[in-house]
């Protein structure tokens, strides 16, 4: 069964496809079937196959297929966990009685069942969640600002509204026409947003990392489209309340009694307004603390020590067909690779590895310690320890990788299939299994040999700094390296094979993306027909390793950029209007004496203690929500605190000061009114 994506690509989209023979892996197969364009299950495979595996003679620790199962109705996952409980004890103990290896023992080896959306979004929901909370608080922000500008709009309207009501017009017809002009705003609004999601929308989808589930099924679709229309509708609805509220206030007979054309406001009118000024300026702050959080959290991921030297390195993936290479005969071409890489000009070093850092799937094994007396392999049975990773490694791995061995030797081309077997470890690994003591020298066993009667044992030979495995943000697991060429030695005799999917990692001595052409000239002079997969620098591999982080970093900057420039325009607005109001105060303070800096000190000083009201909620907020973002965003944060105080103090700065800024140009329009002209419209 072909992916679309491949049966568009390969074939060109043939419709006459399903019948056809094609090769994979060198052996021929029968197109069944296409899959509908933007199906994307588990790790975005392209095709499928029959499993070719004989379930009655696999070695049950080989952990590489997932059970996919749909509940019949009236299961539950409770009963589905309660049968698979059951069934791992039985089969534990029929197995383990016939002395079988099948590792199944619910002890060592447990089955987990899990809902399959869970799996499949993991943390992916919290990033959601926390991008949500950032659009809701620009939106209030943004239904504040409105707010408040209709609600000074209101005011200027105040004898236009008395007018209308002395003319026949009731209190209702006025709300309705306040309500209709709120909501056409909001409409227009939100129908422009639309356009501007429209073109932003590519640009913003190029940012989501490949390794985010379902990505490519982001657009905006007609659903998108009545959600946020629906959005402002309702959000205009909202900030159309403030003009409303203020005509069923306004006493309309003492608007016609005032000739007046100066605007005028209650007290408490203007705490409302300033209190929704205050409401926005303390959201603004806790968004961009946030940010800076975040922020300071990926600039710490990217300052991690990743174990080796990511500069310089070149990485792809050369998988053998089985047909094409059985049994033993992967080695002639991992020889001769490793031996054509390493020739090319502008090489320094070239090597094997199983998988690449820093993310890559676990593939724990069981080990034993026949050196340790008080961690007994019985010959037969599973056992209760456990390596996190196991990395096929060529020669000088470590000197490619630019790893640190701590102690003892890396492992070279003197370790061959003739030669003793030996391993190196990790740090972690030593410091695990071997506490207060030296490994080197010590034996561990990857597996039992074929006949169960002893141990196949490899002796520690080396010591390596952790390299990352499980991802930039957290610590590195146990690990083991081997030597591929004693690959084969590992497992039953019906599967010793050299490895037949290896990356080549290539330390180069300039750019490493310059050696390409190279690599594929060597690929196609080894062998035609086998195709270079996943060429890219290690700098490319590092770069999609922080793309998740880099991406909600990228968007809570841009909320929170938007959130702080919208406080800095609704304070910009509460002030403007207050100075409009006051300009028969200010003019008559100036023809009094009042000098320019005291009556800018005047209006700064007010809007001072607005920003500072709301900066300090802010901080409060922010500081009782560390409980919550400690339970739920942890792994968001990398171990980053909302609550500290250099970085609560550089926000609350840094919102003041821009907050201030703002408020400069309506501070310096003040000190520009002619005392003459104020005074004479009274």
Known sequence: VLGYDVWKRAFGGDKRIVGRTIHMDAMPVTVIGVMPEGFDFLDREEAWIPANVDFAKANRGGHYLNVVVRLADGQTLKTLRDDIAALSAEWSKREGAAGHNHQIRPENHPMIALPFHADLVGNLATTLWLLQGAVLFVLLISIVNVANLLLARAETRTREVAVRHALGASRRRLVRQFLTESVLLGVLG??????VAVWAIDGVTALIPSSAPRASEISLDGRAVVFAVGCAFLASMLFGLAPIFHAKKTNLHGALKDGSNRMTSTKARLRVRRALVVGEIALAVVLVIGCTVMVRSFIKLQRVELGFAPDHLLTFEIELPPKSYPKKTPSQFWTRLQDRLRALPGVKSATLLDDLPPARPINANDIGF??????????????????DYWQVIGDDGMEALGAHVLRGRAINASDTAESPSVVMINEAFAKKFFPGEDAIGKRVALWESPDLKQLQTQTIVGIVADIKQQGMDKPAGTEVF???????????ADEQAAPTSLYAVIRTIGAPQNLAPSVHHVIADLDPGIPVSKLRTMDDVMWEAVARPRFLTFLLASFAGIALLLAAVGIYGVMAHTVAQRTHEIGLRVALGAQPAQVRAMVLRQAATLVATGVAIGLGVAVGLQAVLDASLTNLFYGERLSQPVMLVGVALAVTIAALLATWIPARRATKVEPTVALRSE
């Open 190 to 195: 939100g129908a422009l947003g639309v356009l």
């Open 370 to 387: 026949p050196d340790q007396p008080h961690m007994p392999f019985v010959p037969g049975f599973s056992v209760p320890w456990n390596v």
């Open 482 to 492: 081997v030597p591929w060429r004693q690959y084969e030695q590992l497992g039953g």
